[in-house]
């Protein structure tokens, strides 16, 4: 899964710790998963009534944390991250995690449930297992997904259009646009919209070949961490002036 993710790209793999795992049994596989931006990690499972008979069983986290990731989405936004929510219909855990062993697995990139005797179960961590500072966290990662989709999706009528410098500006004021309406939601860092994105397509952006084959390429810079500190997307269209 994790190398079907790495490789097909824009979505997330959600990795189940086992069934009955200790802390330390949970450690030991999680230092076996390889390193990858577009995973994240769960332990324990999740005790809930069964709807028929009431007996208590135990599941597997990966499908509440699909309806935590949803749930956040849908009410805060994709920039948000998908922690500190309460599991719906949980009575339980399979395993008690202690804020102190919260303290050193959630570093390790082992995000946890905890019970909260105030709260209910807790979903207490959103971390990817990557080995890269910037897409440490679930919720940067799938943000930056979902920026690459809908800029792409944005520039998508640049394909009956010819490859010139009106084309050009029309692209940049689209995507400018969108990204100044993300920044004043507080999706990207920044105090002014300067520090949290750049939009550029130019010929600082294309070749004179691309732009006589009908290729059209935009950079976009987004702060998502720290203002001024830019991850770049790349948006590629072919024009209407592509050869057939």
């Known amino acids: 899964m994790i190398s079907h993710v790495g490789t097909i790209g824009g979505r997330m793999a959600i990795i189940d710790s086992a069934q009955g795992q200790s802390v330390e049994e949970v450690r030991e596989m999680r230092a076996k998963l390889p390193a990858s931006n ?7 499972w999740i005790r809930i009534a069964d709807p028929v008979t009431g007996t208590p069983v135990s599941l597997p986290p990966s499908g509440f944390v699909a309806g935590i990731y949803a749930r956040t989405d849908i009410e805060r936004g994709v920039s948000k991250s998908p922690a500190n929510e309460i599991v719906r219909l949980a009575i339980g855990l399979e395993t008690a995690v202690t804020r102190a062993q919260q303290d050193f697995l959630n570093p390790e990139g082992i995000n946890c449930f905890r019970f909260f005797a105030n709260r209910g179960t807790v979903l207490w961590g959103a971390r990817t297992i990557s080995a890269e500072p910037e897409w440490k966290y679930v919720n940067v990662r799938r943000y930056f997904g979902y920026l690459k989709r809908s800029l792409e999706s944005a520039t998508d009528w640049a394909v009956f259009e010819p490859n010139d410098e009106p084309l050009w500006g029309k692209v940049r004021r689209a995507v400018d646009d969108f990204l100044l309406g ?3 939601k507080g999706a990207m860092v920044g105090n002014k919209p300067e520090n949290a994105f750049f939009v550029r397509c130019d010929r600082s952006t294309m070749t004179q070949n691309d732009i006589d084959e009908g290729r059209l390429v935009c950079l976009v810079g987004v ?4 203002p001024a500190e830019f ?12 050869e057939p």
Do not use: N
Request: proline content about 4%.
């Open 38 to 44: 577009d995973a994240a990690f769960y332990f324990p």
């Open 182 to 184: 993300e920044w004043r």
């Open 231 to 242: 991850v770049i997307i790349r948006i590629g269209q072919w024009t209407a002036d592509r």
């Open 223 to 226: 702060a998502l961490i720290r």
